[in-house]
């Protein structure tokens, strides 16, 4: 029996299974495929959902219906140079994952975001980075976005994407100083923080009036999200918490000056009389969450400061430490500007919060809500 939710992807099996029999030469170049009841017959489900399948096949171009004698096999289909067969290789991996994920009782959003996690991974190995340029946004132009690296930006940014084909979201990680400053100087639109103040024990707002004062800015709650070391699977030098950064055998890959993590960071050791000389690795810098758990991985450092879903994402133990508060910080001008406003619907969607709980360590209560400040 199959589950519901597979249930409802069956056209996804039927379009696969007539990949296969193209990819394998059974169906070849103008032979035709069964007539739509026939193959509803066949698959015990109703001949909308065969249409489906064939137009999905038909959008990816392996296909096409010709009037008189029915649905028939691309028959230009291998000539030289066209470029069907990889967009349709592609489509046929991504819907294995798909059929997989629900095959083991997982919801789509849940596949988007193993999806977003290993798209993740690979642009923080391709990752170089360049500024954004100086403009403003609108419809058509890219929201840019500067600040704290988050997985969570990445689901965002495609869903923005497929929210709106015209909207963009420009992401660029520098940390959430460095988010604060490139809205003080007008190269961002938007910031992502999450920047714990020491003296007064909380986050974002005393840096958003310090860096950005007399401005009204709106704190849009992301989410809130678990932070703590990162030791490889086993944690074969018993790693227990900040205090065991003072071993020498301990070796740490930190995050760069400016991004939350290094600010929150650098306080805990303050506070316990622990010289940044006293960490070894203290010097070497990443700039992702990503980043820095890989590095983790490949054995280069011992031990990093990061989210579950990062650790998570590279089989790494997790020892959490603290909960942190990821905000993105929208200046007033911008609040009511047509791309952001299709940001913000799609960060206070249930699709949102599904896939981002779907990467594990959020805690997404206040996802959406708003703090004005000024």
Same mark, same amino acid.
Request: proline residues 6%; contains cysteine.
């Given at each position: ?22 990819? &394998?030469?059974? $169906? ?13 017959? %066949? ?18 171009? !392996? ?32 819907? #294995?994952?798909?059929?997989?994920? !629900?095959? #083991? ?20 190995? #391709?990752?170089?980075?360049? @500024? @954004?340029?100086?403009? &403003? ?18 689901? $965002?940014? #495609? ?55 007399? %401005? ?15 030791? @490889? ?31 929150? $960071? ?43 879903? &990062? ?41 949102? &919060? ?21």
């Amino acid at each position: 029996m199959r589950n519901k939710s597979a249930s409802t992807f069956l056209f996804l099996e039927i379009a696969e299974s007539l990949r296969r029999r193209i990819s &394998a030469g059974e $169906l070849r170049p103008g032979d035709r495929l069964p007539p739509v009841r026939s193959m509803a017959q %066949r698959w015990n489900c109703t001949p909308g959902t065969v249409g489906r399948a064939y137009a999905a096949l038909a959008d990816e171009g !392996l296909i096409e219906a010709h009037r008189g004698s029915g649905t028939r096999v691309t028959l230009n289909l291998l000539e030289p140079g066209r470029p069907v067969w990889g967009w349709a290789s592609l489509i046929n991996r991504a819907e #294995q994952l798909l059929l997989y994920a !629900l095959g #083991q009782g997982q919801t789509p959003e849940q596949a988007s975001a193993a999806l977003s996690v290993a798209i993740s991974r690979w642009r923080d190995l #391709q990752r170089v980075g360049t @500024p @954004p340029a100086k403009v &403003a946004p609108d419809h058509g132009q890219p929201i840019r976005f500067v600040g704290s690296h988050d997985l969570a930006l990445e689901t $965002l940014a #495609q869903m923005v994407s497929e929210s709106d084909g015209s909207v963009q979201l420009d992401v660029h990680f520098r940390g959430s100083l460095g988010g604060l400053m490139a809205l003080n100087q007008g190269t961002a639109d938007i910031a992502g923080v999450h920047l714990w103040d020491e003296s007064t024990d909380s986050y974002n707002v005393p840096f958003v009036r310090r860096l950005l004062p007399g %401005r009204r800015v709106a704190l849009l709650s992301l989410a809130r999200r678990e932070l703590g070391l990162m030791v @490889p699977a086993g944690n074969p030098q018993g790693i227990q918490g900040l205090s065991d950064l003072r071993r020498p055998e301990v070796n740490l890959v930190n995050r760069q000056p400016g991004s939350g993590t290094r600010v929150w $960071l650098d306080a805990q050791l303050k506070a316990m009389g622990c010289p940044p000389t006293a960490v070894a690795g203290y010097q070497r810098e990443e700039l992702t969450h990503m980043a820095v758990a890989r590095a983790v991985a490949r054995g280069e450092a011992s031990v990093g400061l990061g989210i579950l879903a &990062a650790a998570a994402a590279h089989q790494l133990q997790f020892i959490p430490l603290t909960q942190e508060q990821y905000d993105l910080v929208v200046p007033d001008e911008q609040w009511n500007v047509a791309p952001v406003r299709t940001l913000v619907e799609c960060i206070r969607s249930d699709r949102f &919060a599904q896939a981002v709980e779907a990467l594990g360590g959020y805690d997404l209560a206040n996802v959406g809500q708003t703090t004005w400040v000024s």
